[in-house]
């Protein structure tokens, strides 16, 4: 465990190892799920030689916090930075990528904001982006349910192991429904300050995160070095997509290292 950005919240925080690592890559996870689906990625980077830090967001997975929730806009970039330095001071030689997938896709992206330049490169997938659904009504404690499985995967089983997960949150409040969408308006005033080199990966049919946003975001990333890649009937998950994941995974791969050499 590592304490979070906020004192007294400490978060769930694992690191994996390799042989002659010539990279690190943080991956930053989405909403209601937990880094521990993110082991078969994990595992290529490894056999790929690259270090590997994964964390459980607060109020997710094994990480404390009051479940589901979030307080404020500055959480999760500032959570994520601290894993971030962590890599960046075990491997000070190596040069250090951050990968996130929709709201670990929208933490990434505002880490971008926020901390120009602390990473060497970033992979956003199906991020939760600059637009972000109507405004739920009710009490900022209240929760309401958790009904992302509908929109993650065209393949059934991934779809019912996401809800058969115990880790996974079946439901979220009010007010983490809130912050995001005051996030989502931060940041779509402060694309332009986005200039490290970015990756962004899309599902065309992604049931939960609309693929004209992200073409939207990448339109107004004044970044240099910038690509855009849209996967054809692909859903939200593409890093879970059995058609295609590992050519995805690929891609990936192909791009970190074009940027650590």
Same mark, same amino acid.
């Given at each position: ?10 978060? =769930? ?17 989405? #909403? ?10 994990? %595992? ?6 690259? %270090? ?9 997975? &094994?990480?404390?916090? &009051?479940?589901?929730?979030? /307080?404020? /806009? ?19 030689? *190596? ?13 990434? *992206?505002?880490?971008? /904001? ?5 990473? $060497? ?6 991020? *939760? ?16 349910? @958790? @009904? ?15 809800? @058969? ?7 979220? /409040? ?5 912050? #995001? ?5 931060? #940041?779509?005033? $402060? #694309? %332009?300050?986005?200039? $490290? ?41 593409? *890093? ?13 791969? =192909?791009?970190? &290292?074009?940027?650590?050499?």
């Amino acid at each position: 465990m590592i304490e979070s950005s906020t004192k007294g919240i400490n978060l =769930y925080q694992h690191t994996d190892l390799t042989d002659f690592p010539y990279a690190n890559i943080v991956i930053a996870h989405g #909403l209601a799920e937990h880094s521990g689906r993110y082991e078969t990625l994990a %595992n290529f980077f490894l056999a790929h030689h690259m %270090n590997v830090y994964r964390y459980d967001q607060r109020g997710h997975g &094994k990480s404390e916090g &009051k479940r589901g929730d979030l /307080t404020n /806009t500055d959480e999760l970039p500032d959570d994520c930075k601290i894993v971030i330095d962590i890599a960046k001071e075990q491997f000070p030689d *190596l040069p250090t990528f951050l990968l996130g997938h929709s709201m670990g896709g929208h933490t990434v *992206l505002k880490v971008a /904001t926020k901390y120009p330049g602390c990473v $060497d490169g970033i992979i956003a997938t199906d991020p *939760l982006s600059i637009e972000f659904g109507q405004k739920i009504e009710g009490s900022p404690e209240s929760y309401v349910p @958790n @009904n992302l499985g509908d929109g993650v995967c065209s393949d059934p089983r991934v779809t019912a192991k996401y809800d @058969n997960d115990p880790l996974n949150l079946k439901k979220f /409040t009010v007010r983490l429904m809130s912050t #995001l969408q005051d996030s989502a308006t931060e #940041l779509k005033n $402060d #694309l %332009n300050k986005i200039t $490290d080199p970015i990756l962004l990966l899309q599902g065309a049919d992604d049931g939960i995160i609309p693929a004209a946003d992200t073409m939207s975001v990448y339109q107004q990333i004044p970044a240099k070095d910038k690509e855009l890649h849209v996967y054809p009937f692909l859903m939200h998950e593409i *890093l879970n997509e059995p058609s295609k994941k590992w050519e995805i995974y690929e891609e990936i791969l =192909y791009w970190v &290292k074009k940027h650590s050499y």
